[in-house]
């Protein structure tokens, strides 16, 4: 089966501008989450979605990023304005709906977006 | 949530087996100890995962401490492709909500050709 897959790979805007990232989880998962790590430091827990209902939206730093999932399918996570401090690493992952206990999260490559 | 300690560095001559550390003294009973990876310029990666038994899959063995409060994740027969760094993390799976995945700084794995 196809992987998680992430778009774009890497992006480079300046400060002000508007990215968005996209994520295609693998066919059939209904969770889906989105993580970044900022330089230096940790892989950090943005949000859950399971469909296309936000389960945990926790970790959201704030109101400049928006994340979606349309249909339950792929999901975009919108920052606008871009802040220099939102250069890092985007992951996301997704996992099949099922035994909780068991639940393995499957990671994208990442989207890695430097702000100017 | 409970935390994780786990050595920063380690290194390990190919073909070698590896003993990665994980300590948790404040694990609950309903904590399981999962373990990712991630190589370079890559995304995370399952490993294992346990409970309270031994694990063996065909990446890697998950040997828990009977009183759960460490544990040790065992490549058998290390290769340069298991450079990467390696995440010891609890999860408490047994409420809704709690899925997400907290990582730490985990253990940077050097192989030695």
């Known amino acids: 089966e196809a992987g998680v897959t992430q778009f774009p790979s890497h992006s480079v805007i300046e400060k002000g501008q508007t990215v968005t990232l996209r994520c295609d989880p693998i066919?059939?998962?209904?969770?889906l989450y989105w993580y970044r790590r900022v330089m230096g430091k940790e892989i950090k827990f943005l949000l859950h979605?399971?469909?296309?209902?936000?389960?945990?939206e926790s970790g959201m730093p704030n109101n400049r990023f928006l994340a979606e999932r349309t249909g339950g399918t792929y999901s975009t996570l919108k920052v606008q304005p871009a802040e220099l401090e939102d250069s890092g690493v985007y992951f996301c992952?997704?996992?099949?709906?099922?035994?909780?206990?068991?639940?393995?999260?499957?990671f994208g490559p990442g989207t890695r977006l430097l702000v100017l | 949530d409970a935390k994780t300690t786990q050595p920063n560095s380690m290194e390990s001559n190919e073909e070698e087996p590896v003993h990665l550390p994980c300590n948790h003294s404040?694990?609950?009973?309903?904590?399981?100890i999962h373990w990712y990876r991630q190589l370079p310029s890559q995304g995370p990666e399952y490993v294992i995962h346990?409970?309270?038994s031994n694990v063996n899959n065909r990446m890697a063995s998950l040997a828990i401490a009977e009183d759960r409060k460490s544990s040790t994740l065992i490549l058998h027969r290390a290769t340069l492709r298991d450079a990467a760094v390696y995440y010891c993390?609890?999860?408490?799976?047994?409420?809704?909500?709690?899925?997400?995945?907290?990582f730490g700084t985990g253990t940077r794995l050097t192989i030695i050709p």
């Open positions: 992952a997704s996992s099949r709906p099922g035994d909780r206990a068991q639940e393995t999260q499957y």
């Open positions: 066919s059939g998962h209904d969770n």
């Open positions: 979605f399971v469909k296309e209902s936000k389960q945990d």
């Open positions: 404040t694990i609950s009973g309903t904590d399981y």
């Open positions: 346990g409970l309270t």
């Open positions: 993390i609890l999860r408490d799976l047994s409420r809704f909500g709690n899925e997400k995945l907290t």
